[in-house]
């Protein structure tokens, strides 16, 4: 119950630090920032509380090996080395995820196959039955990373990506990643202390993630299962205690404003929120931006524009200027923070951020920058002694100047691969502060590149990367949709209760009613 061991959070690139924190207040011990991932140490309880709590992971990763993979034998030798009946029987299904970066295996796929035939052969010796594979729901989900000859094999606690909270009911193209829209106002520092407004809200996902984190309140609780539920040592008891705790959930004393010209995208983004049971506290409207007006309270804005990439929008550096102009005259006296790709519509904004933070939305490497909107002359703001930046904001600043000295080794990832799966260099990372990249290995690198002729080496890099699956946001069949939201949260509608259906024994929670479209989409 008490042993502690290794966990791997895997996160998206701009957001290791956020999560360190989390995972620091949730009492992990031995946090350490890696590339794409924070490494740390705790029990059974604690990977439990990771995969439910967590805003801003996307996978926990328990390390069960690692050796060195110089050639395929080696893979197959120490992982059939491995005693497997400690997390498995003959019956028990299982799944190999596996991401390569080495001269030695082309393709990640070869490595997950000697991974799955060493682990058959290892029960076929013995018992004369091997397990079956089972890709799409297997007992047991494994995942395999090689760096270089590193390796390190890992038993996967989330199984579907933590991002899928399992609230989105429809969503608008392109809509934001829930993740990465929990880290982007965590790295706000807003916690529920004022109102909190984007004036372009889409399917509502920045406005379900402000709520979530002012009113503390778990974002696995409107997800049905975890990979860990079906390991041989699961503890039903301990889960269920940390399922039904909200002790921890808080009041929250202000109001949360979403906005968008589109009347399609306030209904998908209303019925997101009715979902996830917190129409109490957020109020969706249709409203253009170029409307917006001075809000009565103290508030805080972040928002997500359109960028012109995945989405096409007319007079795309026109819309940024008028941000800029409405910022101007209809925020002042707060603080508004921008999600963006272009350096062109930035420069359209025309104000200067006080904060710039890299981070990736998907494959585009993006920058969230903050904006101090004072009343007045910038010249009396310092003289009544404000200071647009505190010591949290020079930390970031600084870790913008250590990313981009590090830019050649980025990369453009397939933005539906959930971001680990193309993570070629987090385990190799593990022990180094973020973003540090050794002298030697850059020499290396560079002597690489001059010998084969490469005038492209990231791109290299990338063909031999493997991709994730691509999967959607809608229902499934199997039914994995979340459970059910609490009674009682919302007086304008039935409600569903996560807590009181209870949880069933094979697992997921007890349904007190579908709507009429999913029961029509079931049927």
Request: charged share 35%; proline share 3%.
């Amino acid at each position: 119950m008490n042993e502690e061991f290794e966990l791997i959070a895997k996160t998206f690139m701009g957001l290791e630090p956020v999560l360190a924190e989390e995972l620091s207040n949730l009492g992990a011990n031995n946090v350490e920032i890696g590339r794409r991932m924070v490494s740390f140490t705790g029990g059974k309880e604690l990977m439990y509380r990771a995969n439910f709590q967590l805003h801003t992971a996307i996978r926990i990763l328990k390390p069960i090996s690692r050796f060195k993979a110089r050639c395929a034998e080696d893979v197959y030798e120490n992982v059939k080395n491995i005693d497997w009946s400690e997390y498995m029987d003959n019956k028990t299904t299982f799944a190999v995820d596996s991401v390569v970066f080495s001269e030695e295996f082309r393709h990640s796929k070869f490595v997950a196959y000697k991974v799955k035939d060493a682990i058959a052969d290892q029960f076929r010796e013995k018992s004369g039955e091997r397990p079956n594979v089972s890709v799409a729901n297997p007992d047991l989900r494994l995942h395999i990373h090689i760096a270089d000859e590193d390796a390190t094999l890992c038993l996967d606690s989330s199984g579907e990506s933590l991002h899928r909270r399992g609230y989105r009911q429809d969503s608008v193209e392109a809509p934001l990643n829930e993740v990465l829209a929990a880290g982007m106002i965590l790295m706000t520092g807003w916690k529920g202390e004022t109102d909190f407004i984007d004036p372009m809200c889409g399917s509502g996902t920045l406005l379900i993630e402000a709520a979530l984190i002012a009113r503390n309140i778990s974002p696995g609780v409107f997800r049905k299962e975890y990979a860990f539920e079906k390991w041989a040592d699961f503890d039903k008891e301990l889960f269920d205690e940390i399922y039904n705790d909200d002790s921890g959930e808080r009041e929250f004393h202000h109001h949360i404003y979403g906005y968008d010209i589109d009347p399609k995208a306030v209904g998908k983004a209303r019925m997101n929120v009715k979902a996830a049971g917190l129409t109490q506290c957020v109020t969706i409207e249709q409203q253009d931006f170029k409307d917006f007006s001075q809000p009565e309270e103290k508030a805080i804005l972040v928002t997500n524009p359109p960028y012109g990439e995945r989405i096409s929008t007319p007079n795309l550096l026109a819309t940024y200027k008028m941000i800029g102009e409405k910022l101007k005259n209809a925020f002042t006296g707060n603080t508004a923070w921008v999600l963006s790709y272009r350096e062109e519509c930035f420069d359209q904004i025309g104000l200067k951020p006080s904060i710039k933070i890299p981070v990736f939305n998907g494959s585009l490497e993006c920058e969230f920058r903050k904006y101090q909107m004072f009343e007045g002359k910038f010249r009396d703001f310092r003289s009544d002694g404000n200071e647009i930046k505190t010591e949290e904001e020079k930390a970031a600043m600084a870790e913008k100047r250590r990313f981009k000295e590090h830019r050649e080794f980025k990369k453009r990832l397939d933005e539906d691969a959930e971001m680990e799966a193309g993570d070629i260099r987090s385990f190799t990372f593990k022990h180094h502060p973020a973003y540090e990249i050794s002298k030697q290995r850059i020499e290396r690198i560079k002597r690489d590149r001059k010998n084969a002729g490469q005038n492209d080496y990231r791109e290299g890099r990338e063909r031999r990367t493997e991709r994730g699956d691509k999967r959607h946001e809608g229902y499934r069949r199997d039914g994995r949709r979340g459970g059910d939201f609490r009674r009682g949260r919302d007086n304008n509608d039935r409600g569903r209760d996560f807590r009181n259906g209870g949880r069933q024994s094979k697992g997921g929670y007890k349904r007190e009613f579908k709507s009429k479209e999913r029961r029509r989409y079931e049927d």
